[in-house]
Antibody, heavy 121, light 108 residues
Framework: EVQLVESGGGLVKPGGSLRLSCAAS????????MNWVRQAPGKGLEWVSS????????YYADSVKGRFTISRDNAKNSLYLQMNSLRAEDTAVYYC??????????????WGQGTLVTVSS | EIVMTQSPATLSVSPGERATLSCRAS??????LAWYQQKPGQAPRLLIY???TRATGIPARFSGSGSGTEFTLTISSLQSEDFAVYYC??????????FGGGTKVEIK
């Protein structure tokens, strides 16, 4: 059974940093592209970042470019999102989501349960 | 950036009735369009990809159609568990993978 479990969310002050993790199991992690998608409270879904299976291709939404860094460790079956210079508008539930092939563009067939990031003083 | 527009924002339907949700792209996305269902407090769930292919385990009452810029998600006979928010997402032009604003299907 495919499982994606996010962790690392919490309360952080504006300008602060946070690192999210996503632990994957039930599939060959190194064969799939992975993404982060976020959802602000009461709002819709926003794609944040994607990374190909071998980390060769990485993309970011304009809203986070230069502040967030996506990475993965295929040996640990884990996906990460390093978030720096956080702003109030980054407050959201962050989901990791799998694309069912090894290029970092596509639809998301499996999602984690999400982790809440709150940016507030 | 491709803008995805969903309509209506809210759809009030009685159980057993048919629901038709629309999604429009600002430019052609071919058939690279997915639909998701999200219930309160839960992660989104993939329903449809490739505009018309049901994901694994999705009941046949869900169907998708369209190509280019106009897409439709139809729920043939609404069940109680179908009341939720539905999102479309294009993955033809990347980045970004843009989502529509969502359609809330509520009980009439």
């Amino acid at each position: 059974e495919v499982q994606l479990v996010e962790s690392g969310g919490g309360l952080v002050k504006p300008g602060g940093s946070l690192r999210l993790s996503c632990a994957a199991s039930g599939f060959t992690f190194s064969s799939y592209s992975m993404n982060w998608v976020r959802q602000a409270p009461g709002k819709g879904l926003e794609w944040v970042s994607s990374i190909s299976s071998s980390s060769s291709y990485i993309y970011y939404a304009d809203s986070v470019k230069g502040r967030f860094t996506i990475s993965r460790d295929n040996a640990k079956n884990s996906l990460y999102l390093q978030m720096n210079s956080l702003r109030a508008e980054d407050t959201a539930v962050y989901y990791c989501a799998r694309v069912p092939y090894d290029i970092p563009r596509g639809y998301f067939d499996y999602w984690g349960q999400g982790t809440l990031v709150t940016v507030s003083s | 950036e491709i803008v995805m527009t969903q309509s209506p924002a809210t759809l009030s339907v009685s159980p057993g009735e048919r629901a038709t949700l629309s999604c429009r792209a600002s430019q052609s996305v071919s058939s690279n369009l997915a639909w998701y269902q999200q219930k309160p407090g839960q992660a989104p769930r993939l329903l449809i990809y490739g505009a018309s292919t049901r994901a694994t385990g999705i009941p046949a009452r869900f169907s998708g159609s369209g190509s280019g810029t106009e897409f439709t998600l139809t729920i043939s006979s609404l069940q109680s568990e179908d009341f939720a928010v539905y999102y479309c997402q294009q993955y033809n032009n990347w980045p970004p993978g843009t989502f529509g604003g969502g359609t809330k299907v509520e009980i009439k």
